[in-house]
């Protein structure tokens, strides 16, 4: 009688802790990727200020993101930027689901696996697919000059989500169809995210629930081809470490950090970053 009653008590906790994770489901960290898909019939929408910072220049832009609940583990999305200004950096994803270049993006979500005990922790894993179409905005430097085509976006992430621990990884690519002779750069993006959830601050509404990020996100670019030719000079490699940090008040999100690179192997024609940071506002309707 004693196990069952304790059984029962587990079982109740972990009904309780998927609850309190259902309503930030829709959301995980700043820049990596994560699994987390928004709930059935659920809308969700983002406004995300991106800035990257060089030795003399600084690439800044805001980008929204509608999202929407098929199930519970399939998601739709759709985004796009508008640039404030661009100076000549390597590409990058920036975001986990918005991208940080000027391009407009529908991507879709599959959360194939999901796997939950009954202490409130889950294991799950999803796969992302989409297409990648040039934005109106034209970009600076030699990206600017390029004929752009469309691209194609697919990505997995896997992990481990609890009421304290947060435990992700996840590599994504996009690859870019060719133009007159001329192609931007295919772009391979993974990233590691660990996060905790404070006891002192994991409140009930009406006060903010608060959850903190260290992400590590890695951008492999390949070289740039105009008129048919590679271009030397254009292919990079960076890695770049950061906090952030994520506080949730019933249906709003709100989330911020830094970046800074600890890895830089990167062309003469790419200009060097010294910080990447973010702000996000999302609201769940």
């Given at each position: 009688m004693k196990n069952k009653t304790i059984h029962v008590i587990l079982t109740a906790a972990g009904a309780i802790?998927?609850?309190?994770?259902?309503?930030?489901?829709?959301?995980?960290?700043?820049?990596?990727?994560?699994?987390p898909t928004n709930v059935k019939g659920g809308f969700s929408l983002d406004f995300g200020l991106m800035g990257r910072t060089g030795i003399s220049d600084t690439g800044t832009m805001l980008r929204?993101?509608?999202?929407?609940?098929?199930?519970?583990?399939?998601?739709?999305?759709?985004?796009?930027p508008y640039m404030f200004s661009s100076p000549s950096f390597a590409p990058a994803r920036i975001g986990g689901m918005m991208s940080g270049s000027g391009d407009l993006e529908a991507i879709g979500a599959w959360r194939f696996h999901r796997q939950a005990n009954s202490i409130g922790r889950r294991f799950e894993s999803t796969v992302y697919g989409g297409v990648i179409a040039p934005g109106p905005q034209r970009e600076a430097g030699m990206m600017g000059q390029l004929r752009k085509a469309p691209g194609v976006y697919t990505g997995l992430s896997t992990g481990m989500a609890s009421l304290s621990h947060y435990v992700w990884g996840g590599i994504?690519?996009?690859h870019f169809a060719e133009s007159h002779g001329d192609r931007r750069a295919d772009l391979l993006t993974y990233s590691f995210v660990w996060g905790y959830r404070p006891p002192a601050l994991r409140k009930e509404y009406p006060h903010w629930d608060w959850r903190f990020f260290g992400e590590a996100v890695g951008d492999h670019a390949s070289r740039v081809v105009r008129g048919g030719a590679p271009m030397p000079g254009t292919a990079g490699h960076q890695v770049f470490v950061g906090p952030s940090i994520l506080g949730i008040r019933k249906n709003?999100?709100?989330?911020?950090?830094?970046?800074?690179?600890?890895?830089?192997?990167?062309?003469?024609?790419?200009a060097r970053e010294?910080?990447?940071f973010a702000l996000n506002l999302s609201y769940f309707f």
């Amino acid at each position: 009688m004693k196990n069952k009653t304790i059984h029962v008590i587990l079982t109740a906790a972990g009904a309780i802790a998927a609850q309190g994770l259902a309503c930030g489901s829709g959301h995980g960290p700043l820049f990596g990727m994560a699994t987390p898909t928004n709930v059935k019939g659920g809308f969700s929408l983002d406004f995300g200020l991106m800035g990257r910072t060089g030795i003399s220049d600084t690439g800044t832009m805001l980008r929204w993101m509608l999202g929407y609940g098929i199930t519970q583990d399939v998601q739709i999305s759709v985004s796009a930027p508008y640039m404030f200004s661009s100076p000549s950096f390597a590409p990058a994803r920036i975001g986990g689901m918005m991208s940080g270049s000027g391009d407009l993006e529908a991507i879709g979500a599959w959360r194939f696996h999901r796997q939950a005990n009954s202490i409130g922790r889950r294991f799950e894993s999803t796969v992302y697919g989409g297409v990648i179409a040039p934005g109106p905005q034209r970009e600076a430097g030699m990206m600017g000059q390029l004929r752009k085509a469309p691209g194609v976006y697919t990505g997995l992430s896997t992990g481990m989500a609890s009421l304290s621990h947060y435990v992700w990884g996840g590599i994504s690519d996009a690859h870019f169809a060719e133009s007159h002779g001329d192609r931007r750069a295919d772009l391979l993006t993974y990233s590691f995210v660990w996060g905790y959830r404070p006891p002192a601050l994991r409140k009930e509404y009406p006060h903010w629930d608060w959850r903190f990020f260290g992400e590590a996100v890695g951008d492999h670019a390949s070289r740039v081809v105009r008129g048919g030719a590679p271009m030397p000079g254009t292919a990079g490699h960076q890695v770049f470490v950061g906090p952030s940090i994520l506080g949730i008040r019933k249906n709003i999100a709100v989330e911020g950090g830094v970046q800074f690179p600890v890895y830089r192997n990167i062309g003469p024609m790419l200009a060097r970053e010294r910080l990447r940071f973010a702000l996000n506002l999302s609201y769940f309707f």
